[in-house]
């Protein structure tokens, strides 16, 4: 294999789990050329990871914008890819655009899904055919554990922070706001860790900016980091805080990986939820995630602390 294809869109936490599993395909092939496929605000970091040297921008566009479909798909099958590994297997990849890759492409070219058993092979003489395939059955995909270690931001901003913190991170999507722990809860939680004279240090984006200020608002030893860390920053903000408490997001999977305790926070869900990490403790509701009391996050968080046994009750 000379030319491999990985597809990964995102969004942001699915996308650093899986770097593990990027990186352990560099090392199944480490003379093959790779491309990742991924959306625009994914890419600063699969360059830090060293091992791609080209990117093709998938913004995930809506089926009728043509053109931005048609600009995707041309590079897919242009390139002439020996090997396409979907580590983002969905309707989108696994039904559009292998049809279309099949199709399109010129020469023969092998296709696998992260969980497929199976690869398929798909013969090819010359373009707008279909091309015959055959199955092979065999995994190509091992699926590891990610640390972030070799990520680091440009940390302008890190002469804001105080000595002693801990890291909280109150949002998530819009589109999931039953996903957040209620604000109010956040700020009973950063005036307890301010009666222990340690900060917090609030991550966020403009559209948690409301629970971010309620929060900062609450009590001096909070700290507003809103829109002043990149991704690339968050590894590197993590290993110098005490711990996290944050919702079902993408900064809270980064914070995890790069080897910090982390609390994380779960409304309860019919399919299995958590954030994994080397020193991870998911919490989940019976039932609305505001059913979680900040006792019962106190309780897993006050042993990365510091405190004594009597501080910490």
């Given at each position: 294999m000379k030319r491999i294809l990985i597809i990964k869109l995102g969004a942001l936490g699915d996308f650093v789990m899986s770097v593990g599993t990027m990186r352990r395909l560099k090392e199944r092939y480490p003379d093959a050329e790779f491309t990742l496929q991924t959306h625009r605000s994914l890419v600063a970091i699969g360059q830090q990871m060293g091992?791609?040297?080209?990117f093709i921008i998938d913004n995930r566009a809506p089926y009728w914008n043509l053109r931005a479909q048609y600009n995707v798909l041309k590079q897919m099958w242009g390139k002439?890819?020996?090997?396409?590994i979907n580590l983002q297997p969905n309707r989108r990849t696994n039904s559009y655009y292998?049809?279309?890759?099949?199709?399109?492409a010129s020469s023969p070219f092998a296709w696998t899904s992260i969980f497929d058993k199976t690869i398929k092979h798909v013969d090819k003489k010359r373009a707008f055919c279909w091309g015959k395939q055959r199955e092979e059955e065999g995994r190509l995909v091992e699926i590891v554990q990610t640390d972030l270690g070799f990520l680091h931001g440009e940390n302008k901003h890190f002469h804001e922070l105080p000595e002693r913190f801990v890291t909280l991170i109150p949002g998530c999507s819009p589109k999931n706001a039953h996903k957040r722990w209620p604000a109010y809860r956040f700020v009973e939680l950063a005036r307890r860790l301010a009666e222990h004279n340690i900060h917090?240090?609030?991550?966020?984006?403009?559209?948690?900016?409301?629970?971010?200020?309620?929060?900062?608002?609450?009590?001096p030893f909070a700290c507003n980091m809103?829109?002043?860390?990149?991704?690339?920053?968050?590894p590197d903000l993590a290993r110098r805080s005490l711990a996290a408490v944050g919702n079902d997001t993408g900064p809270s999977h980064m914070t995890a990986l790069s080897g910090q305790p982390m609390i994380a926070l779960f409304a309860?869900?019919?399919?299995?939820?958590s954030i994994r990490g080397a020193q991870v403790t998911n919490i989940i509701s019976s039932?609305?995630?505001?059913?979680?009391?900040?006792?019962?996050?106190?309780?897993?968080?006050?042993?990365?602390?510091?405190?004594s046994t009597n501080q910490s009750e």
């Open positions: 091992m791609f040297s080209d002439k890819f020996d090997l396409v292998y049809s279309m890759v099949r199709w399109f917090s240090v609030v991550l966020g984006t403009k559209s948690e900016l409301s629970e971010i200020e309620e929060i900062v608002h609450a009590t809103c829109g002043k860390t990149s991704l690339l920053d968050i309860t869900r019919t399919k299995p939820c039932g609305t995630i505001d059913l979680i009391t900040v006792d019962d996050v106190w309780e897993k968080l006050s042993p990365y602390l510091g405190l």
